[in-house]
């Protein structure tokens, strides 16, 4: 049973656009989400998080959107770089919980 | 300030041998936890460890041991190697919020 789901396998953007990744969950007791980003062989990199208290938080180029009705969340990147190319993974944990629980995630290529 | 680091970076082992992969926290986190992640798959939580107790442990067969020594760096024991254990085994530390994980590069572990 998937608890946290990436649709999209992979997602193709021009720079300079906007790339909106995906995610929903399933687990109404999930109170805490994060962004990691991953290139070849490297650990995933922590990129932004959100707090269900919250819908919108915001860290440059990133921004987070939660929408806890519909149990979705969307990371938007702008403008996108090619640098950004890489593994985006959404992860999600209960307050008391201790670990996280990702995502399949999405393979993000900025065509330059 | 260095980053979670892990050792070996690659490891080839024979089914039905043992392995033995090491982490070393973020100066200062005193909890760290292991991530398997297979090709095309996030990372799937394994255990985690806060001041040397177990705090939490996935779904995953008993031939995986994990244990953190006192000055919190961690090792991650499998035994009886099987085919299916071949993963990019990620190593991951947290502050006491255990809000965001910071990871290391990971072990890539090819059992043949």
């Known amino acids: 049973d998937q608890q946290v789901k990436q649709n999209s396998p992979s997602l193709s953007v021009q720079e300079g656009r906007i790339s909106i990744l995906n995610c929903d969950y399933t687990n109404s007791m999930f109170d805490y989400f994060l962004w990691y980003k991953k290139y070849p062989a490297e650990g995933p990199t922590f990129l932004i998080s959100i707090s269900s208290i919250k819908d919108k938080n915001e860290d440059g180029r990133f921004t987070v959107f939660l929408n806890k009705s519909a149990k979705h969340l969307s990371l938007h990147i702008v403008p996108s770089q090619p640098g950004d190319s890489a593994v985006y993974f959404c992860a999600a944990k209960v307050d008391y919980g201790q670990n996280f629980v990702f995502g399949p995630g999405t393979r993000l290529s900025v065509l330059p | 300030d260095a980053g979670v680091t892990q050792s070996p970076t690659h490891l080839i082992k024979t089914r039905g041998q043992h392995v033995t992969l090491r982490c070393s926290p973020i100066?200062?986190?005193?909890?760290v936890s292991w991530y398997q992640q297979v090709l095309g798959q996030g990372p799937q939580f394994i255990f985690q460890y806060y001041e040397k107790e177990e705090r939490g442990r996935g779904n995953f067969p008993d031939r995986f041991s994990a244990r953190q020594f006192p000055n919190y760096s961690s090792e991650l024991n499998v035994n009886a190697l099987l085919l299916g254990d071949s993963a990019l085994y990620l190593c991951a530390s947290s502050s006491e919020k255990n809000t965001e994980a910071f990871f290391g590069q990971g072990t890539r572990l090819t059992v043949v």
């Open positions: 100066s200062g986190h005193k909890s």
